[in-house]
């Protein structure tokens, strides 16, 4: 009997499991033949948004969206484009929301100067504390 | 009626909170130190009550009552009895009402076991920790009721989601929860302390339990809940620096610095404001924790008006308990003393660094965390913020932090010499050195930052023994041996880190039945598909052997699961471990021609990663159990040295 109910559920799911195997993105699932390239895309794929996940990158979600888009990104990369040029390429099309690296711009800028900032902080604080000691001593 | 008794329990343990808090502060403040008396048995009834209360929801979950809109939202009367227990804490309201519970049973712990204190600090700590419980309690009977019933009763309830059907993670949440409540115990010692004027190291001996305690159960947390992400999402990932890894980031990472400040006041009473400060800070990123996970808000500003009266009801507690908790400490900081003094060359100031670098980490993270929702709020922008700014703006930190941890505990208290130090250190830093020198030599492509773990890695492995150097191991107490365990765990994690991101093998392949995949030295033989029935899903199942060289070969079977009840699919890696490293297998979909896709990784020395984060963990146990025995021992001296006179 389970094992029946196992088949007819494979029935139904079948369908489902065969739709990301669509031909429009065969590098879904497939490494590029050259390991420097397949390299760069997939160190590119770690930083790229899964647009349609929750906090995923392309590279570790099953969503199809997100196999299209590794397809894509091996696809221009083995064309030979540079991962920074695909990078930009896909912020055009889906804007900053898809890259997990944000460009520092009007909107980012005190991201990027905050761990600088802290850093600064942090150095200025131990040196106070340290220097009120040697006074005393 | 089940259901309403465990709402009734829930509402009297509400009234002793409010009971217990207006009692501790009617006493404080009209010094009526007859209320006092009461309080102790208040705490402890408190405790109970919500005890039952939350016990009473798990007999639901158990018996799958239907008619409790709970149940029926997060539960399926086919399902295996672990992962109905845990489904009571899968959710929004349970999840609340165990947290609750936990902080009722922790002040039932302080009014049972704490002697130490004197009176007007423990009953301030516990009109504190009565005063956190009250928010949660009226967030809980007046906006997540978890007793709410539901009519007409149906027929089965809408299941657990299967991706938390897992022991793993059946355990993840109450271990991170303890963490958070014995943090925010920790506070309310904190909060004790300063308004009685009573900083010192008595109060800290008091409260390092507590720190170690949460610690030791956030370290297990955030270990157990990095390996669930590693085994059950099925792409071979550890650390994702999503919002809500760090909302659990967070906390420990101000702990981390707490336990070490709170060691200096314990010890040389310095350090007062700093580590009161510290306190404060790991109580806020605890609620923070807490509550941003719960709202939603961290996946979309948006997500957070779904439900108005619970955002703003959420939004009201976390500013009045971060806010009063900064108040309380804006107020009495000025009366606090840092006490005793120190040069910078010496064990004190190597802990200022760490607290300091710590604190420098904890802000970036916060930063990056929060800064997408700060800019979709304002301006309506989105961004993302990923593993690449963390990992170039905290790692460096990382590298210098860890560097520190080496020689710390190789400086004497108060003051020491650079020069003698370097002596100390001189062969770990040669091990890295000559790690480095290999590294650079035979490897290829390893990033900057994991070539630098990794050599770092291996002289602080080293060098967290050290402080063994010359000792007599017999006599060394308890709780040194905790710190270079937890210190060495550090190194063992490090390794599993910089060796998982630099060389990890990946192989993407449509395999039809008898194709063969080498990876590295693994040959993966697919052999064939069947299907599967479990209690509550069916499955497809890979047979697949896979062999390392000319070793045994072994049976592994990935799935791809189908839960019928959630309408989701879950895939179940395969893994393989040796004792350098991991093989994962996992079994993708099927193409026209017929073929299944296998993602197969081969992760040298990636398990390290956790068992680092366990012997963290343990490190920080036996800390914990080495003090508390000491002051046993230190107690019943006194008091035979009392009887004597």
């Known amino acids: 009997m389970r094992y029946l109910l196992a088949l007819l559920a494979l029935t139904i799911a079948l369908p489902v499991t065969a739709q990301s195997g669509l031909p429009s993105a065969p590098y879904a699932h497939r490494q590029l033949d050259d390991p420097a390239k397949e390299a760069d895309a997939r160190a590119l794929m770690d930083e790229l948004r899964c647009l349609k996940c929750q906090s995923q990158s392309i590279a570790d979600s099953n969503a199809p969206m997100a196999g299209d888009m590794r397809s894509q990104v091996r696809e221009r990369i083995a064309a030979g484009d540079n991962p920074e040029q695909v990078r930009s390429w896909l912020i055009e099309r889906y804007g900053d929301w898809v890259t997990y690296n944000p460009p520092v711009n009007s909107l980012t800028w005190p991201l990027w100067f905050a761990p600088i900032m802290l850093l600064i902080v942090a150095i200025f604080l131990a040196r106070g504390r340290f220097k009120r000691r040697k006074d005393k001593s | ?645």
Request: with cysteine; proline share 4%.
């Open chain 2, 1 to 645: 009626m089940i259901a309403e008794t465990g709402l009734i329990a829930l509402w009297l343990a509400a009234a002793l909170a409010l009971l217990q808090f207006a009692l501790c502060t009617i006493g404080l403040v009209k010094g009526r130190d007859e209320f006092f008396a009461a309080i102790r048995p208040i705490a402890i009834a408190q405790g109970v009550l919500v005890t039952i209360s939350f016990l009473i929801l798990v007999w639901l979950f158990i018996r799958s009552d239907m008619s409790v809109k709970l149940v029926v939202m997060n539960s399926v009367a086919v399902k295996p009895l672990i992962y109905k227990i845990s489904g009571t804490w899968g959710n929004h309201e349970g999840s609340m009402l165990l947290w609750v519970a936990i902080l009722g049973i922790a002040g039932a712990g302080i009014g049972l076991f704490e002697r130490t204190l004197k009176q007007r600090t423990l009953v301030t700590t516990l009109a504190a920790q009565a005063f956190i419980s009250v928010g949660f309690y009226a967030y809980l009977l007046i906006a997540s009721n978890p007793f709410e019933r539901i009519f007409p009763v149906p027929a089965d309830g809408q299941g657990l989601n299967p991706l938390l059907q897992d022991v793993g993670l059946a355990l993840h949440p109450p271990t991170l929860y303890i963490g958070y409540v014995g943090l925010s115990i920790a506070f309310s010692f904190a909060v004790g302390a300063m308004i009685n004027r009573d900083v010192g190291p008595d109060f800290a001996k008091a409260m390092r339990p507590w720190v170690l305690g949460a610690w030791v159960f956030l370290t297990l947390g955030i270990t157990a809940g990095s390996y669930w992400a590693y085994y059950e999402l099925g792409w071979g990932g550890w650390w994702f620096w999503d919002p809500v890894e760090n909302a659990s980031l967070m906390p420990w990472l101000a702990a981390t610095a707490l336990l070490h400040s709170v060691n200096v006041l314990a010890t040389r009473d310095g350090l007062r404001a700093w580590t009161l400060m510290l306190a404060v800070v790991a109580f806020s990123m605890s609620m923070i924790g807490t509550f941003l996970v719960r709202s939603g808000v961290l996946t979309s500003v948006h997500a957070f008006a779904v439900d108005p009266t619970r955002g703003g009801f959420i939004l009201a507690l976390l500013a009045i308990y971060i806010g009063g908790a900064m108040a309380v400490f804006a107020l009495r900081v000025g009366t606090v003393k840092e006490g005793s003094q120190f040069e910078p060359v010496s064990r004190e100031g190597a802990l200022v660094a760490n607290n300091l670098l710590l604190s420098a980490i904890l802000g970036i993270v916060f930063i990056g965390t929060l800064y997408p929702l700060f800019v979709e709020g304002v301006s309506g922008d989105m961004i993302s913020v990923g593993a690449p700014y963390f990992n170039l703006a905290t790692g460096p930190i990382a590298l210098i932090l860890v560097a520190i941890m080496a020689a710390g505990p190789l400086l004497r208290w108060r003051r020491d010499k650079a020069k003698a130090l370097l002596n100390r250190i001189s062969i770990p830093i040669f091990i890295t050195a000559a790690a480095l020198f290999g590294l650079v030599l035979f490897t290829t492509s390893m990033s900057t930052l994991s070539l630098l773990g990794l050599a770092l890695a291996a002289g602080i492995a080293v060098a967290s023994f050290a402080p063994l150097w010359k000792r007599n191991l017999r006599r060394t107490p308890m709780h040194t041996y905790g710190m270079i365990i937890a210190h060495f765990g550090v190194a063992v994690a490090l390794v599993g880190m910089a060796s998982e991101s630099s060389f990890t093998e990946e192989k993407l392949v449509a395999a039809s039945p008898g194709d063969e995949v080498i990876v590295n030295n693994w040959k993966v033989n697919f052999l064939a598909i069947e299907p599967i029935a479990g209690p509550n899903w069916t499955a497809l199942e890979a047979r697949v052997t896979a062999q390392y060289g000319d070793g045994a070969i072994h049976q592994i079977e990935p799935q791809n699961r189908m839960f019928p009840a959630a309408q989701t699919q879950t895939s179940e890696a395969a893994l393989l471990t040796r004792w350098n490293g991991q093989l994962y297998v996992v079994l993708g979909d099927s193409d026209e021609q017929g073929r299944w896709q296998l993602r197969i990784w081969w992760k040298p020395f990636v398990t390290l990663i956790w068992y680092g984060g366990v012997l963290i963990a343990l490190g920080g146990l036996l800390a914990m159990i080495g003090r508390l025995r000491r002051a046993v021992r230190q107690k019943r001296q006194r008091e035979y040295a009392e009887a004597l006179i």
